[in-house]
């Protein structure tokens, strides 16, 4: 540790500390514009000078660069220092009179007017004052070298190798991020680095998913780290203090040993884009409910307020249920939470703007505890319900004034009219679909799927939990479409089941295994191929097939191939089969 | 004649697809042929060929065989080897002087209840128009080999 004075206050730093990063921990503050405390110190600016006593008298250092050493003596703000500095700012007012920094700087140095006039005077308010922010950040933090400084004195400047467009630019946008002036501006297209949902708003390669993740810590998004482009930058690593980021982290596959499955799986939501009449990817402000969901959210990108595309509170908005489901060209089932949820956006807009609300409905399904009562409360709060599938959502767009404007038109079925509803806003309750690998998922655990592609289970009544292979349950929406509570309830019975199996401590099998009856069995071995279990080996001592109840699963396949009928099957002996079907005949 | 013929269908369901298929037609309230009387197997790979011979010389008019789909079989690969016995067993019904479409194999998942309707009402129409099964050959009718290998 290093011992030095601070404008007379004494303050230990760590070697190598430099003047204003001593200065920061006595809260002294010296003007900077060229520095940036990721980036290597240049000292172009010369505006964080400050004065350090020698035998001599005082000699002007720029802090940001000069290292501490023991029993320093340094004025930051003493008449001598403060005028050196207004000097080093009244030369660049001179070049650049409009640059806002420059002008902060300058009220608070308390400089008015520049007594010179510059040859190379640019009065633009984003002009380039040569910090070289950007110049380092592409070659120090990014590794891409793709800017520089060329040509000398006054004709200095910041330019890409023969002023062409870069190859090596990586598109990162980092000396856009450093500019103090904004000269530098990066106009994004399509923004990499967006979370993976719904695309609602911006963000960067380190971020955490949504504020209620589960574990709350930020992920680096590999496709928009410059880290994973260049192999350069690391400065998330040197910000961290307790040393938690590591990019060497690859994808792994854990495998675990388990006994049983809940199948949780969930759902996918419709893409309402194919149905081109709602206008989804086409017209601004058509959102899904779960785009919605996120725009309500106080942690999404409006901070739970809702807004059209042009910043404006909606007049009217329209929500469309059973956008894919109850439709015989989609889903012919019922999604079951829509209604409700529709309702709650009802509830919801009603609250937080004074738009018109338009629930568009075929039936409002509204059974569940409470449910009923929610529905003719969000009725007297003014939501207006209308009875008819939407047919189509059209551009209004009579004139200028009505720019924008949605016409949703629909059979009102209550009063038998044709009606057209100009609103700013349309949200589309989608429908609730198998997830896209249900089928693997399906093979993979030999579980059975509904027609509408939800995984089946064992019983609708006596075993909804249960699926048809043992130890394997199934909970959520992967069974079918469910709200919260009937997902918590049956999840709830899933776990339950699996803890029953867990507590008694062994399995019930089946007694349907097979056995071969060693006195007739003549060791053809037809029956060792036969099982897909391989249950069945052949004993070369007694020469006959031998059977492992405890590997037997029962199907019988052995059985049925077998010549002499030494293989048979508990509960399904031959005798008992060809006697049943004698006796169906009858 | 071909109207007062009821044909007797014996159907050969896996425990785990067509039979739940037929528990869903039940429990859906379906409609279907009376036709077809059931018996379950564990698997369709446990339908022995003899089993459909005997139920041929018991008096079957047609013998219809349900299993799980082509890779979504409980046991993994029963209903592959069913595939191949029928294949088989209906060129030797043809020898045996027996119409091969009186053996009807179909894949019905436990979700399938309509289709296991269908599939029931469209074979007892296709069985009524064959009339009823007229064995000639005196290896089935009579004391045959194949009869007698059953107890």
């Known amino acids: 540790m290093i011992s030095l004075t601070i404008d007379g206050k004494a303050v230990q730093v760590q070697e190598g500390s430099t003047l204003l990063q001593a200065a920061g921990l006595l809260d002294i503050r010296i003007p900077t514009l060229c520095y940036h405390p990721l980036i290597k110190p240049f000292a172009a600016c010369r505006l964080c000078l400050v004065a350090v006593k020698t035998r001599w008298g005082e000699e002007l250092v720029p802090s940001c660069h000069v290292p501490c050493h023991q029993g320093m003596q340094v004025r930051t703000d003493s008449e001598h220092v403060l005028e050196a500095r207004r000097f080093v700012l009244e030369l660049m007012l001179a070049r650049w009179p409009n640059v806002p920094v420059l002008r902060t700087l300058a009220e608070e140095l308390g400089l008015r007017q520049p007594r010179f006039t510059s040859v190379v005077r640019d009065e633009r308010e984003d002009a380039c004052v040569l910090c070289g922010l950007c110049v380092r950040a592409c070659d120090e933090v990014v590794g891409a070298s793709a800017i520089s400084f060329a040509e000398r004195g006054i004709q200095r400047r910041v330019a890409t190798p023969f002023d062409l467009e870069s190859e090596a630019c990586i598109g990162c946008g980092v000396c856009a991020l450093v500019c103090p002036t904004s000269h530098i501006k990066f106009e994004v297209e399509e923004y990499k680095g967006k979370p993976p949902e719904f695309l609602l708003g911006p963000n960067t390669a380190v971020y955490i998913p949504t504020l209620q993740a589960v574990p709350r810590v930020p992920v680096i998004d590999a496709e928009a780290c410059i880290h994973f482009k260049t192999g350069g930058c690391q400065k998330c690593i040197e910000v961290c203090e307790p040393l938690a980021v590591n990019h060497d982290m690859l994808d792994q596959e854990i495998e675990v040993e388990v006994g049983q499955v809940l199948v949780t799986t969930g759902f996918d939501t419709f893409d309402p884009g194919p149905m081109a009449r709602y206008g989804y990817g086409r017209f601004d402000n058509v959102y899904t409910g779960l785009d919605m969901e996120r725009m309500l959210n106080a942690t999404g990108p409006t901070g739970g307020k809702v807004v059209l595309k042009n910043g404006q509170p909606p007049r009217a908005v329209g929500i469309v249920h059973c956008v894919g489901s109850r439709d015989e060209n989609y889903h012919r089932y019922c999604s079951r939470l829509c209604c409700m949820y529709a309702l709650k956006f009802g509830h919801l807009l009603k609250e937080r703007t004074s738009s018109e609300v338009y629930n568009f409905y075929i039936d409002i399904r509204a059974g569940g505890k409470g449910y009923e009562e929610f529905y003719s409360r969000v009725l007297h709060e003014g939501v207006n319900v209308i009875r008819g599938r939407v047919a189509e959502v059209v551009e209004a767009g009579w004139s200028k004034k009505d720019e924008g404007t949605l016409l949703i038109r629909c059979e009102d079925t209550l009063i038998g009219r044709f009606r057209e509803i100009p609103v700013d806003m349309v949200v589309l309750c989608t429908a609730l679909e198998p997830r896209h690998d249900a089928e693997q998922l399906a093979r993979l655990f030999g579980l059975s799927r509904s027609p509408d592609g939800f995984f089946l289970e064992r019983h609708p009544k006596l075993e909804p939990v249960a699926t048809t292979t043992g130890g394997v349950y199934v909970a959520g929406c992967a069974q079918g479409p469910k709200d919260i509570p009937d997902t918590v309830a049956q999840a709830g019975a899933a776990a339950a089941q699996a803890l029953a199996l867990i507590d008694k401590g062994y399995v019930e099998i089946e007694p349907v295994t097979a056995f071969i009856g060693e006195e007739i069995c003549s060791g053809c071995q037809i029956c060792v191929g036969m099982c897909p279990y391989t249950a069945i080996h052949f004993d070369s001592e007694k020469s006959v097939a031998a059977l492992n109840e405890a590997l037997c699963k029962g199907c019988g396949t052995c059985v049925a191939a077998c010549p002499s009928g030494a293989a048979q099957q508990n509960l399904f002996l031959d005798e008992q089969l060809f006697a049943e079907v004698q006796g169906v005949l009858v | ?151």
């Open chain 2, 1 to 151: 004649m071909s109207e007062a013929f009821n044909p007797r269908i014996v159907g050969f369901f896996c425990n785990w697809c067509t039979y739940l298929a037929a528990d869903l037609a039940g429990t859906s309230r379906m409609k279907y042929a009376p036709n077809v009387r059931v018996v379950r197997t564990m698997c369709s790979g446990r339908v022995d060929p003899q089993l459909v011979v005997w139920a041929f010389r018991n008096g079957a008019d047609g013998v219809l065989i349900g299993g799980c789909h082509p890779g979504d079989c409980h046991y993994q690969e029963g209903n592959y080897k069913t595939l191949r016995r029928m294949g088989l067993l209906r060129t030797m019904l043809a020898q045996l002087g027996i119409q091969p479409e009186r053996l009807r194999l179909e894949w019905i998942s436990a979700s399938e209840g309509e289709r296991l309707r269908d599939v029931m009402n469209e074979f007892s129409a296709q069985i009524r128009q064959l009339g009823p099964l007229e064995t000639k050959s005196s290896v089935i009718s009579s004391q045959s080999s194949v009869a007698q290998a059953a107890p």
